[in-house]
Structure formats: C-alpha cells, structure tokens
C-alpha cells in the first residue's frame, strides 16, 4: 500500500525523501506550538504578576535547580528562593518547601538554599 500523494509519486527519489523529511518537520513543529499554546491557555489562571492577587496557601515549593562550583545558588534558584521569601514575608503562606537532588555527599541543592533562606 502506498502512502504517498498523488503528485509525490512522480517525483525522483531524493525529492520524495526532502518532502517526507520536511512533512516530518512540520508535523513535529506543529505539535511543539500546539502543545505549547495549550499549556499556556491551561495555566495562564495560575500565573501572578501582583502578589496581592495570589491567593494564600499552606506551603510554597521551590523546586531544585543548579547550584554553582562556588556554592552560590544558579541566578533561577536564587530568584526562586527570593520569591518564595516574599510570600513567607507577605503572609501568603506559613511554610517554605525546598526540594532538590542529595543524592550525594558532593552534590546537595536543599542545604544551601536552606542556608540562603536563613540569612
């Protein structure tokens, strides 16, 4: 069974296979904004700009990110740990969640956010 287009058929092989890999690409394109534009017309109720209009909660979660040679937190966590401050001080929420990766003695993203978020 063939499931090429009528016109595709007449073409050499080279220019078939530049139409298939193109048809490919555009799928996959079409896919990639597709679902992109449906994450953002989902969350878009979920986003602030203004800290007076998030609602309160328990608990904000920063969510681990990378922590530089030097120990400092990567300018994301950062930001995400200075946000989660202004919340807890702003009286949005009462508890601050950290997580990150410990796997190893080496490699901890909890404590120095902890440690960020005491100072």
Not at 9 to 38: D, E, G
Not at 52 to 74: D, F
């Given at each position: 069974?063939?499931y090429l ?5 007449s073409?050499?092989?080279?220019r ?16 990639i904004?597709t679902?992109s ?6 969350t878009?109720a979920?986003i ?11 608990t ?7 922590i530089l ?5 990567s300018?994301?966590?950062?930001d ?15 508890k ?5 990766d410990?796997?190893t003695?080496a490699?901890?993203?909890v404590?120095p956010?902890?440690?960020y978020?005491?100072?």
């Amino acid at each position: 069974m063939n499931y090429l287009p009528i016109f595709a058929k007449s073409l050499p092989l080279l220019r078939r296979f530049v139409w298939w890999i193109l048809s490919i690409f555009i799928l996959v394109v079409l896919a990639i904004l597709t679902t992109s534009f449906i994450v953002n017309i989902k969350t878009k109720a979920y986003i602030y700009s203004d800290i007076n209009s998030i609602p309160r909660a328990q608990t904000v979660l920063i969510p681990g990110a990378a922590i530089l040679y030097s120990g400092e937190l990567s300018p994301i966590l950062r930001d995400r740990a200075n946000a989660a401050t202004l919340l807890y001080n702003s009286g949005k929420v009462t508890k601050i969640l950290v997580s990150g990766d410990n796997s190893t003695l080496a490699h901890n993203e909890v404590n120095p956010v902890r440690e960020y978020l005491l100072k």
